[in-house]
């Protein structure tokens, strides 16, 4: 396995590859550093952890090329995690959205990315939130399960707005297609059409 890892800021290069125990780094062409293994573990521990330092630095991997199954993008966006970071995307665009809790839930932040990893927005949405799930609906907004209540984030306007706030005994499951869009109450299946905008 052989991966280069480019920062943008500085556009340096850093270069990890793997062959058995032994691992290889380089940044930017200098001296090549050399990491000996004692096993097939040791040897994905140390290169994670050598990639996640990168990371931390600024670095991010790109692959555009990649086949199914396989990377496409390796970045960093923040050392607080409290296990949930959930992704929205769509099948008809090349972007995606990430939340993250910050801290102590001091804040929750709204990532925006391109195809290739890179940050094209961050928003801050508040603190004290914990979004479970999201999707990506028709109407350029988020739906989010913020603790299992759902809202609206507008993508134009940045406003947050209650959902369907009836369904406050919601559980989990979440999820949308075409203008349909679906949860779960823990007593029933909802299924909301954005196209006229009622509850189907």
């Known amino acids: 396995m052989e991966k280069t890892f480019l920062n943008p800021a500085t556009s340096k290069q850093w270069r990890i590859e793997i062959d058995g125990h032994t691992i290889q780094t380089c940044l930017n062409g200098g001296k090549v550093k050399e990491i000996l293994c004692d096993s097939a573990f040791q040897v994905k521990s140390k290169a994670a952890s050598a990639m996640m330092g ?42 995606f959205f990430l939340t993250r809790a910050a801290g102590d839930f001091e804040d929750e932040i709204l990532y925006h990315l391109d195809g290739s990893g890179e940050i094209l927005e961050t928003v801050s949405l508040g603190a004290k939130r914990m979004t479970y799930e999201q999707v990506l ?31 406050n005994s919601m559980k989990t499951m979440l999820d949308a297609g075409g203008d349909l869009a679906l949860w779960y109450t823990g ?6 059409d954005f196209g006229s905008n009622t509850e189907v």
Do not use: W
């Open 187 to 192: 007593e029933e299946i909802v299924v909301f």
């Open 54 to 95: 990168q990371m931390r630095k600024g670095f991010v991997y790109q692959n555009p090329d990649a086949a199914v199954g396989q990377a496409r993008c390796h970045r960093f966006v923040g050392k607080d995690s409290n296990g949930f970071m959930p992704l929205a995307a769509a099948l008809t665009r090349d972007d």
């Open 137 to 167: 609906c028709p109407n350029d907004t988020l739906l989010l399960n913020n603790s299992y209540l759902l809202q609206q984030f507008s993508l134009r306007t940045h406003e947050i707005t209650p959902f369907a706030n009836k369904k």
